[in-house]
Structure formats: structure tokens, C-alpha cells
């Protein structure tokens, strides 16, 4: 199975953001250990191509207008893929992954989802009633349908608690 890291972005380690310095870290890694890996982005520039040199293939896709939008061309990549790949998703309480998952599940393709701190407590505090809503309405599926829940601390394993209960974290 080939691992295709998704995220919002480039995964770009020069960026000022810690999701894409530890994709792109987890990525180059597991390429140096013989694992067949890509990155996968959602960007609103998808021609530029500002990352350097990589020892693993990245694919840009262009960013929907729409928040649960996901272009035709994600679409058509995964559904190629779906036989061979486990999807690994960087980040909560993203709406385009709501649509994205739905269609993993369909397709029967696996993922993995990294929070990313999005479930610790103290971001479980801000926009709580928002994030309420939103949970039953998509967050609760996305976690839900995950073959693994990929928690960095004990923070986030306790927020992660607070509003669902897993064994797969």
C-alpha cells in the first residue's frame, strides 16, 4: 500500500506552520525507509510549485471555492489510486475532509487522521458551541469511519475523549 499524506497546503518545511513541517519530516522519512509515500495537497496554487527538493512525489490539487468542496481532479486521483493506497489526513475540523472521507468510505479506501492539537482541550474550548454543531453534523463521521485516530499528546487524547470515544486512537 502506497501511504498519500493529504493536507491543506504544500507541506512546505520553510512555511511558518506545523503541519506541514511534520508532514513533510513524516513523509521524507518513511521514504527513506523503503515506503512508497506521496503528499497530497489542497492548495489555491497549485502551479506553483515553491518546495524544493524532495525524495517523494507531491501532487497539488486545487482548493474548492466551496469549504466541502473537492475538485474533480482529487476526486479522480483517489478513485485510481483506491485500490493501492491508505489515505493518512493532517488536521481537524476541516470541512472539505467531511466530503473527502465520505467518499473514502464509499471507495473503501483507509485512513488515518492526525488532529494535529485540533482536538486538545484548550481548542476544544474555542468555538465550542460552532464545533458542537459541526460534530454531529460531519466532525463525528470523519473520526467515526477512520481505520486509526492519530492523537500527538495526552491533551488531545482527552479532548478527543471529551466528545468521542474510540478504541482506535
Not at 479522480?76 to 476541516?94: D, F, S
Request: include cysteine.
Amino acid at each position: 500500500m502506497e501511504i498519500i499524506h493529504l493536507i491543506l497546503g504544500k507541506a512546505n518545511p520553510a512555511r511558518m506552520n506545523g503541519v506541514n513541517k511534520v508532514v513533510y519530516q513524516l513523509a521524507t522519512h518513511q521514504a527513506l525507509h523503503g515506503r512508497s509515500v506521496q503528499i497530497w495537497g489542497i492548495t489555491d496554487t497549485p502551479e506553483d510549485q515553491n518546495f524544493g527538493e524532495r525524495n517523494f512525489k507531491t501532487r497539488l490539487f486545487k482548493a474548492s471555492s466551496n469549504p466541502f468542496g473537492i475538485h474533480q481532479s482529487l476526486r479522480k486521483a483517489l478513485y485510481e489510486n483506491r485500490k493501492r493506497i491508505v489515505v493518512h489526513l493532517h488536521g481537524g475540523w476541516i470541512p472539505r475532509y467531511a466530503t473527502l472521507v465520505r467518499l473514502l468510505v464509499r471507495w473503501k479506501i483507509p485512513y488515518v487522521i492526525t488532529p494535529h492539537g485540533a482536538y486538545n482541550t484548550e481548542a476544544m474550548k474555542r468555538s465550542f458551541l460552532l464545533k458542537r454543531i459541526y460534530f454531529q453534523l460531519a466532525e463525528r463521521y470523519v473520526l467515526r469511519h477512520a481505520s486509526r485516530i492519530h492523537c500527538i499528546g495526552a491533551s488531545e487524547v482527552d479532548g478527543l475523549n471529551s466528545i468521542f470515544k474510540a478504541s482506535n486512537v
